[in-house]
């Protein structure tokens, strides 16, 4: 069977965004979101979602580009003179693989956005994280640590099936990320997590126009795969991370051509319980 999990992420990070995600599950295949409990429409972002108790929220845990959610003083290693993260830098990065204190900052970080999505009152749909960071094998296993301590059920490994991409569109670039997700999927699973056996959205990540959508959906594999997205109706603090949604998400598209594809569009609740096949 073929089953596809349609995944908005970047939910609260403006009211563009979340006007997007709101239409295009309401209109469309979008089944679910996930959410930056620090972004700066998040209250936005929770009240929609309450409003709308078909479309699953998750956890888009954020340790880049967003505010973190604890005080930087409680965060020194992971924040610059700014109080902004910087756990993108080699410095950082390599810290978390030599110092206890560097990771016990990073999990009471990971902690608290799982409270502050406890105090939405949504149910937990599944976790991912801001530009895959869980990807570094400390981030993956503490998000993970923490996950289970919360109810997590579902979890993203991006993995990429690139064949699939290719028969409609050439791809470019390594997949140098394929090892460290794979380890992710592998996690997880051991641990009762839901997990995809493939994830679409890399290569073309900021870019996952219809058209794109589309050839995904006609060449999409056997077993659960996500496909996640970027939808705006506006600008958006990271204007190249983000679809515009009336340029780009014609309504004609939106529903009738999976129609005809045998593909079932679910959400991580009524997704079935991966396979434990490796992707290609």
Known sequence: MKTAIITADDFGVSVEVNRAVEQAHREGVLTVTSLMVTGDAAADAVERAHATPTLGVGLHVALAETPPALPPSQIPDLVDERGQFRIESLPVALA???RASVRRQLEAEIEAQFALFEDTGL????VNSHKHMHLHPVIGATLLKVGLRHGMKALRAPIEERASLAAFEPV??????KPFARHI????????????D????????????A???????ENLPEGVNEIYLHPATGTTPWPRQAINMKRNWPRCWIRKPVRSLRVTISDWRAS?????RKAP
């Open 211 to 217: 058209a794109r959508l589309r050839g995904i959906l």
């Open 198 to 209: 493939r994830t679409f959205g890399l290569a073309w990540s900021g870019a996952m126009h």
């Open 96 to 98: 978390l693989l030599a």
């Open 272 to 276: 079935p319980i991966s396979s434990g």
């Open 185 to 196: 999927q592998r996690s997880g699973r051991a641990a009762g997590m839901k997990v995809p």
């Open 172 to 177: 470019t670039g390594l997949d140098i990320a």
């Open 123 to 126: 149910p937990l749909d599944h």
